[in-house]
């Protein structure tokens, strides 16, 4: 009988034990999370103990390491870096530095994109937290020690360009493939710059068939769904009516015919051109009109244009 009730007792021990040790250990979301900081920050993952990985992103942006658990921790360091609330966030900062000294943004790793932008105002990199090098190159390119980011509200339907950062052929792609792309121009509302030159994008191939025997047309159709502002933010993009209704001036205006360049499919998509007998083949810098969807509050950056 003793020995029954030891049993039970070790067995409830144990048992709480490891409820304590798996509540302690972080989620696979929150491994996801921290392994996209380290990629965007370090441009790759970073190996060792999770408790080191944090205890270094904390050192690397803030200079200290925060309190509470890790899953609490990692939550803390993704908001700072790409979360934008009553502030903007590292990320957005970041790029309306970049955007102010070179008209464009590129992607990249925050680490050399900080460096790279030191080198490029002082011939040097400085020393310090990633927040304090931001916060510095941020005065030296703007001349104030706020950055010039406001929110502003983002019609749906924006007209957006974008180009191809590959090339598209109906020879190698599948449904599923991702297909990469970038904002072509800036793009502002009410003098405020919010989709920026050499912003992301990302597509998604929906539907995929290449030519075949007895002159029957390749199809193509790609869904160009989301895409970067300069505040960091993926916002939802199709290709509708007021996208092919942009595509179709321009296309008249150059005196083209739309099916020589782009055909259009149903509502959110974009179809290459059906080319009878061939393969679609669309090269790199290839440019297109998108729209948004929704309406969104976003941080951009206030030009002189809205000053004046």
Excluded at 202 to 220: D, I, M, S
Excluded at 232 to 259: C, H, P, Q, R
Aim: hydrophobic share 40%; aromatic share 6%.
């Amino acid at each position: 009988m003793i020995r029954k009730i030891m049993s039970v007792l070790l067995c409830a021990v144990f048992l709480v034990s490891s409820m304590g040790m798996a509540a302690a250990e972080p989620s696979d979301a929150l491994l996801a999370k921290l392994d996209a900081i380290e990629k965007d920050t370090y441009g790759a993952e970073q190996t060792g103990a999770v408790m080191e990985r944090i205890n270094r992103l904390e050192k690397d942006y803030d200079g200290k390491h925060r309190e509470g658990s890790m899953m609490a921790r990692i939550d803390a360091i993704y908001n700072e870096v790409y979360v934008n609330g009553n502030e903007p966030c590292k990320q957005a900062l970041l790029n309306a530095i970049q955007w102010n000294i070179h008209q464009e943004v590129s992607t990249g790793p925050v680490q050399k994109r900080i460096a790279d932008l030191e080198m490029q105002i002082n011939g040097k990199t400085e020393e310090g937290t990633f927040s304090e090098r931001i916060d510095r190159l941020g005065r030296e390119s703007f001349g104030e020690n706020t950055l010039p980011m406001v929110k502003v509200d983002m019609p749906a339907n924006t007209l957006v360009k974008i180009a191809l950062s590959e090339p598209v052929s109906t020879k190698n792609l599948k449904v599923g493939d991702k297909v990469h792309y970038h904002v072509a121009e800036d793009v502002m509302v009410d003098g405020v710059l919010l989709f920026v030159k050499g912003a992301e994008g990302e597509g998604t191939v929906t539907k995929v068939r290449p030519a075949r025997n007895f002159g029957r047309n390749a199809e193509l159709v790609i869904d160009f769904e989301k895409t970067k502002t300069i505040d960091g933010t993926y916002v939802d993009t199709f290709v509708g009516d007021v996208a092919k209704k942009e595509m179709t001036n321009l296309a008249m205006a150059a005196g083209a015919s739309i099916a020589g360049i782009v055909l259009l499919g149903p509502l959110g998509v974009i179809a290459g051109a059906f080319v009878k007998g061939k393969n679609i083949e669309h090269p790199e810098g290839t440019e297109v009109f998108i729209q948004t969807r929704n309406d969104e509050m976003l941080y951009g950056v206030q030009t002189a244009l809205t000053a004046e």
